[in-house]
């Protein structure tokens, strides 16, 4: 399980730079815009950023506008799990200097899932083997985003929120900002989130729902090694039943800083009714009394785990609610789009949400050069885009609901 929205340090030629596994729509020479198409992207999380990586690179007049102050403001999570499918759509959409930088500050990969009962006894394993150095398997959300940021200090705009939007006289699309001002482009790319200010007035009758769980995300500093050594190797899942479960992931960095030290993310997943704290009291709890809670609630499991929660960094839990999209039918193709978890928002239970963004990001690269190139039309893109999308997007949700209902059956 992966929860969301990384003690080796390599020599210089242990990890060989690979180009993925799909065809990249980063040429090797910047394509010239006859027509200055101009593309906006509202939101610079992991499919904003990495969709811009592939249209700056690539010759494109591309600005994402990010509501965050700085990249480092936000509290979303700690670990993601990066796949085959994540990989290789990095693969298509940075550059191999950056897909350098996001290697070399990644995790270690691991090679094994795990699920245990409260007791610690092992009930299920799957172990993943031969996973090559080149592949990222868990990365830390906030320096992944920093790996993403790298060469587009003049594309992403932090503190400016995109509000409204408007299409023009000319079929172009206005956007208006909370701060105050505006700007205009040619393509609108909604990547901002599961609340998404573009897919509210873009398909204002779509639905996203609570998913009946809460979510209390910590760390644990590592010093030394983890016991059972299944934590060491992978992700754990510690299931207590249909109301509550544990889940733990090692990010050991592949090069260490004093700013990147190894950790343990520690979470626990509870429904309201478990955690027996409404939301406008969990949500306005300190780091300390979130702490308290979730050891609470662990107070009989095994003594490894109250022993993890007991040594964890107090300062670095906070809660958040999982969320999940209905379908949506096709709309008619125009001047505005959606990305990730702004069209199909989904519980972290199967780790594909930013899987799935990554891929919507080099899909709609893919068909914004392809029509560039005069191949096609803009707004032929923008379907062939959706056509793939949504299908993709919202068998995704599904299997993260499935996985939801595996992890909490009794």
């Given at each position: 399980?992966?929860v969301?929205?990384?003690r080796l340090?390599?020599g210089?030629?242990e990890?060989t730079?690979?180009?993925?596994?799909?065809?990249?729509?980063v040429?090797?020479?910047?394509i010239?815009?006859?027509?200055?198409?101009?593309?906006l992207?509202a939101?610079g999380?992991?499919?904003?950023?990495?969709l811009?990586q592939?249209?700056?690179h690539?010759?494109?007049?591309?600005?994402?506008?990010e509501?965050d102050?700085?990249?480092?403001?936000?509290?979303?999570g700690?670990?993601?799990?990066?796949?085959p499918d994540?990989n290789a759509?990095?693969?298509?959409?940075?550059?191999?200097e950056?897909?350098?930088?996001?290697?070399?500050?990644s995790?270690?990969?691991g090679d094994?899932v795990?699920?245990?009962t409260?007791g610690l006894?092992?009930?299920?394993?799957?172990?993943?083997?031969?996973?090559?150095?080149?592949?990222?398997?868990?990365?830390d959300?906030?320096?992944?985003?920093?790996?993403?940021?790298?060469?587009?200090?003049?594309?992403?705009?932090f503190?400016?929120?995109?509000?409204?939007?408007r299409?023009t006289d000319?079929?172009?699309?206005?956007v208006e900002?909370?701060?105050?001002?505006?700007?205009?482009?040619?393509?609108l790319?909604?990547?901002d989130g599961v609340?998404s200010?573009?897919?509210r007035q873009?398909l204002?009758?779509?639905?996203?729902?609570?998913?009946?769980?809460?979510?209390?995300?910590g760390r644990?500093?590592?010093?030394?090694?983890l016991s059972?050594e299944e934590f060491?190797?992978?992700?754990?899942?510690?299931?207590?039943?249909s109301t509550?479960?544990?889940?733990?992931?090692?990010?050991?960095f592949?090069?260490?800083t004093?700013e990147r030290t190894?950790?343990?993310m520690?979470?626990l997943?509870?429904?309201p009714?478990?955690?027996?704290?409404?939301?406008?009291t969990?949500?306005?709890?300190?780091p300390?009394?979130?702490?308290?809670?979730?050891?609470d609630?662990?107070a009989?499991?095994?003594?490894?785990?109250?022993?993890?929660?007991?040594r964890?960094?107090?300062?670095t839990?906070?809660p958040?609610?999982?969320r999940i999209?209905?379908?949506?039918?096709?709309w008619?193709?125009g001047p505005i789009?959606l990305l990730g978890?702004?069209?199909?928002a989904?519980?972290?239970?199967?780790?594909?949400g930013?899987?799935?963004?990554?891929?919507d990001?080099?899909?709609?690269?893919?068909?914004?050069l392809?029509?560039?190139?005069g191949d096609k039309?803009?707004?032929d893109?923008?379907a062939a885009y959706?056509?793939v999308?949504?299908p993709?997007?919202f068998?995704?949700?599904d299997?993260?609901?499935?996985m939801?209902?595996?992890?909490?059956?009794?």
């Amino acid at each position: 399980m992966t929860v969301s929205n990384e003690r080796l340090t390599p020599g210089a030629d242990e990890y060989t730079m690979e180009t993925g596994t799909g065809e990249r729509p980063v040429p090797d020479q910047e394509i010239e815009m006859s027509d200055g198409t101009r593309i906006l992207i509202a939101g610079g999380g992991v499919g904003g950023l990495t969709l811009a990586q592939a249209l700056h690179h690539a010759g494109l007049d591309v600005t994402v506008f990010e509501q965050d102050p700085t990249p480092r403001t936000r509290n979303q999570g700690y670990r993601i799990h990066i796949d085959p499918d994540g990989n290789a759509a990095l693969g298509e959409c940075v550059t191999p200097e950056v897909l350098d930088v996001l290697r070399r500050t990644s995790g270690r990969n691991g090679d094994l899932v795990t699920t245990f009962t409260t007791g610690l006894q092992r009930v299920f394993a799957q172990d993943f083997p031969g996973i090559p150095n080149s592949q990222l398997t868990a990365v830390d959300r906030n320096t992944f985003r920093q790996g993403l940021l790298t060469g587009l200090d003049e594309v992403v705009r932090f503190g400016r929120t995109v509000s409204d939007y408007r299409i023009t006289d000319s079929g172009r699309v206005r956007v208006e900002f909370a701060e105050g001002g505006s700007d205009e482009g040619d393509l609108l790319v909604g990547a901002d989130g599961v609340g998404s200010a573009v897919r509210r007035q873009l398909l204002p009758d779509a639905v996203v729902d609570d998913f009946g769980l809460r979510c209390i995300y910590g760390r644990l500093p590592l010093t030394g090694t983890l016991s059972p050594e299944e934590f060491e190797r992978g992700l754990c899942w510690v299931s207590g039943g249909s109301t509550c479960g544990a889940g733990f992931g090692t990010v050991r960095f592949r090069t260490r800083t004093a700013e990147r030290t190894d950790y343990l993310m520690v979470t626990l997943i509870a429904t309201p009714q478990r955690l027996g704290v409404a939301d406008d009291t969990l949500f306005h709890m300190s780091p300390e009394q979130l702490w308290k809670l979730s050891a609470d609630i662990v107070a009989d499991w095994h003594p490894a785990i109250r022993d993890i929660y007991a040594r964890s960094d107090i300062g670095t839990f906070f809660p958040i609610t999982f969320r999940i999209s209905d379908p949506v039918p096709a709309w008619e193709p125009g001047p505005i789009t959606l990305l990730g978890d702004s069209i199909h928002a989904m519980p972290p239970t199967a780790g594909a949400g930013a899987n799935t963004a990554l891929a919507d990001a080099a899909t709609l690269a893919r068909e914004i050069l392809s029509a560039t190139r005069g191949d096609k039309s803009l707004a032929d893109a923008v379907a062939a885009y959706q056509a793939v999308m949504l299908p993709r997007g919202f068998d995704a949700v599904d299997k993260s609901r499935q996985m939801a209902a595996q992890m909490f059956a009794d």
